[in-house]
């Protein structure tokens, strides 16, 4: 196996079949294995050194989300070890090992609440039952407390560093049935830690998949057509390899499918710089192909089209809404669109491969190893078990590395050098060959009765896929988008037209579009009926806990109602007097799990330039949030992002992406940020969820209907175009 410097040597991890089926990572080690040196591994996840410190192993990716602190914090709570004498490691993929590793979807803390909190509970009771066993007594006398085995009745204590090595052999409790603590007792849950790799981070030390240095490697760039999916009809190779320091050249024939490899040309080179200059000179002449004809112009005259005529299909259809519009007391229309997005992550797409004795070894900055590897296997002919893949630390993701083409590239190149290969993308490499977040179009109809209900929704989405009847990814919005359920009348048709771009999901996939056109049509339809906006949500609401039917995910107003009254309150919202071309902005979102609500305040200046002066948010993820401060930079992150989105937009023309740099694509500046980001938890009895996503997609909302409050001109389209708000 190669040695790497992020990854000096692969950690041997201990696994058996856990004898209840429930969980993973529960073998305790043997007595060799606890006798080799080192720290006494106790099982999986847990090894005991003898100086006191525990290494606890973090299995999902780190993408910059604080997962590889939050989850080892749940295994320390209950193994009752102190913090400050934790350390972390990074898994490896296996999961067979240690089940689902991934990052995306929020799904880390919902799926891992319970079995880490296990994983650390069962780790202390074999540090119990071996301190027991050694001292002749039940093992129902022993206590703990901060890493330390105490029986008060002898007063005798054991550390866990002195008793680690006497765990081996010992049959573990069941786990489903090993007490777990009384919350009231977290010493670790609830209390604010720093992200383990900060040190590092901000001293410069190497940790992202960009840095990862391997002896004897030879580095790689791979160039793709301009038009997605187009193939190499010719270059010059012998010109490419004619650059000092160049080693090689050539063509990659690929697929069809941009989820794995693209057709293209490779260069590998001493440096990456060789390998730049030598792709400079390939002269690269591309295949003509169909998705050329497609375009920004295009899709949006489709779209006009689609919505002049007869939808494709409809997909809810509640009441009567024709009828619904005709009693309205008041009506409103409007056309709503969005633009494709690009994830620009800070770290280009990069990967190292080394294929050897027909076995591969990957370090890759993924969010889905696994997926990763199966793509890898499949695309070269490979036994998945003959793959290796590290997970290195990502430079961002935001949904970007959960397609995996880069990995594979990296791959299939390694294979053809038949020596350790980095391949790193440029940045022009990474916008111009994303896996974009869809644009969409949604042309709206709605109605409210001389009571200030809203009586009836018509939207008609149009969107991308083949046929109309499935999407492109990313590219849906389900039957049951709110207010769907909350309105008697309620009517969603759907149109799509064939797409060649790449889509794919980011940050908040769907709900990052979606909640600007319902949060801001229902804002709208507020001011018809000429009600403040937050009463007008809460009355849509209603007072039931939840709304829709039990079997097919009903929405929890309650949650919903709590944190819009929790932000109206601490945003003194309608007890502010704000100045000239200042207004506030509410929205509300559920995705992810979670429930949020939050509130802008926006002043435009005279040449039309919007500032978020503060951002108020409240959210519910459940009864604990268990590192208050990762959730809060998650939060404030997600809603600098989300204000950052209201401004950026991939243009497509002629089957390409036109901007390839932060010059055209410009990502929120410290100076535009909001001064103020305030954030308040909802903490209600249901078990915990993530926050990478659930507080990005209220956010563009709540700004741009405070815009339309500071200055009377609604925001229907997005990026904001700051020449319509002049004064």
């Known amino acids: 196996m190669t040695a790497a410097i992020l990854d000096a040597s692969r950690r041997q991890f201990l696994f058996t079949a856990s004898s209840s089926g429930l969980l993973f990572g529960f073998a305790v080690a043997t007595k060799a294995e606890a006798q080799a040196g080192g720290p006494a591994p106790i099982n999986t996840f847990v090894k005991v050194g003898s100086d006191g410190f525990v290494t606890i192993t973090a299995k999902n990716p780190e993408i910059g989300q604080g997962i590889k602190t939050m989850l080892p914090m749940l295994i320390a709570e209950e193994l009752d070890i102190p913090w400050e004498k934790v350390r972390i490691e990074q898994a490896d993929n296996d999961p067979a090992l240690y089940g689902r590793q991934s990052a995306g979807g929020s799904m ?13 509970a069962v780790a202390r009771a074999l540090l119990i039952q071996a301190a027991a066993q050694a001292w002749n007594c039940p093992a129902g006398e ?44 977290y010493k ?67 697929g069809e499918d941009l989820n794995a490899l693209a057709p293209g040309v490779a260069v590998l080179a001493d440096s990456w710089w060789a390998a ?69 992550s800070l770290e280009p797409q990069n990967c190292t491969a080394h294929f050897k004795d027909g076995k591969l070894e ?112 990313a590219a849906n919005m389900s039957p049951a988008e709110f207010p769907a359920r909350f309105v008697p009348n309620c009517k969603i048709d759907i149109s799509t037209m064939p797409l060649g771009v790449p889509t794919s999901y980011l940050r908040a996939p769907g709900s990052n579009a979606l909640a600007f056109v319902m949060q801001s049509f229902i804002d709208e339809l507020a001011h018809a009926a000429g009600a403040d906006p937050i009463e007008f949500r809460l ?9 829709g039917a039990p079997d097919q995910q009903p929405y929890n107003a309650e949650r919903m109602r709590g944190v819009l009254q929790k932000v109206r309150d601490v945003s003194g919202w309608g007890r502010t007097k704000l100045p000239a071309r200042t207004g506030m902005g509410v929205a509300f979102h559920y995705s992810h799990l979670g429930f949020f609500a939050e509130v802008a305040q926006v002043h435009v200046a005279e040449d039309g330039t919007p500032r978020v002066q503060k951002v108020w948010a ?87 209907n405070a815009i339309f409050a500071a200055t009377g001109k609604r925001i229907r389209s997005l990026p904001i175009q700051t020449e319509m708000l002049k004064a």
């Not at 089209?305 to 409103?332: M, W, Y």
């Open 108 to 120: 880390s803390t919902p799926t891992n609440w319970e079995d880490h909190r296990r994983v650390g």
């Open 276 to 344: 730049r200059k030598g792709r400079e000179q390939l002269a690269t002449k591309w295949a003509e192909h169909p998705t050329a004809k497609q375009g920004d112009a295009a899709f949006a005259a489709k779209a006009a089209e689609f919505a002049a005529g007869a939808p494709q299909r409809t997909a809810r259809n509640d009441g009567d809404v024709a009828g619904g519009l005709k009693s309205a007391a008041k009506t409103v229309e409007a056309a709503y669109s969005y633009p494709f997005l690009a994830h620009a």
């Open 142 to 185: 022993c206590s703990t407390a901060d890493g330390v085995v105490l029986h008060r009745a002898s007063n005798r204590r054991a550390t866990y560093g002195s008793l680690a090595s006497q765990c081996a052999g010992l049959t573990p409790p069941d786990p489903k049935s090993v007490p777990l603590k009384d919350p009231k007792a």
């Open 618 to 704: 409240a959210g519910d993820v459940g009864r604990h949030i268990i590192n208050p401060l990762g959730a809060m930079n998650q939060v404030q992150g997600a809603i600098i992002d989300g204000i950052g989105q209201a401004y950026q937009k991939v243009t497509i023309e002629n089957g390409q992406a036109v901007e390839s740099n932060f010059d055209a694509y410009r990502l929120m500046r410290m100076a535009d940020a909001p001064p103020q980001i305030e954030v308040h938890f909802v903490e209600t009895d249901y078990s915990p969820t993530g926050l990478g996503e659930p507080a990005l997609p209220p956010v563009i909302p709540a700004f741009t």
């Open 362 to 473: 990957i370090w890759a900055p993924t969010q889905s190893p696994e997926g990763g590897r199966q793509l890898v296997a499949k695309t070269l002919g490979m036994k998945p078990e003959d793959i290796t893949v590290h997970l290195i630390r990502c430079g961002g993701g935001f949904g970007r590395r959960l397609s995996n083409d880069y990995m594979v590239e990296a791959a299939w190149i390694a294979r053809e050098a038949g020596v350790p290969v980095k391949l790193l993308w440029s940045r022009e490499d990474d916008f111009q060959h994303d896996f974009y977040r869809p644009a969409g179009f949604h042309f709206l109809k709605g109605g409210v009765d001389a009571q200030g209900n809203l009586t009836a929704w018509h939207d008609h989405f149009v969107s991308f896929g083949p046929g109309g009847e499935r999407f492109a990814t």
């Open 539 to 547: 009355k849509l609401l209603g007072d039931q806990k939840f709304v």
């Open 188 to 254: 670790i849950i609830g209390q604010p830690k720093r992200q383990y790799d900060t040190a590092k981070i901000v001293t410069g030390q190497p940790l992202f998949g960009i840095d990862v240095r391997v002896p004897g490697m030879l580095f790689a760039t791979y160039e793709k057509a301009p038009v997605f999916g187009a193939k190499v009809a010719s270059a010059d190779l012998a010109a490419a390899q004619a650059v000092k320091g160049v080693r090689k050249a050539f063509v990659v024939d690929g």
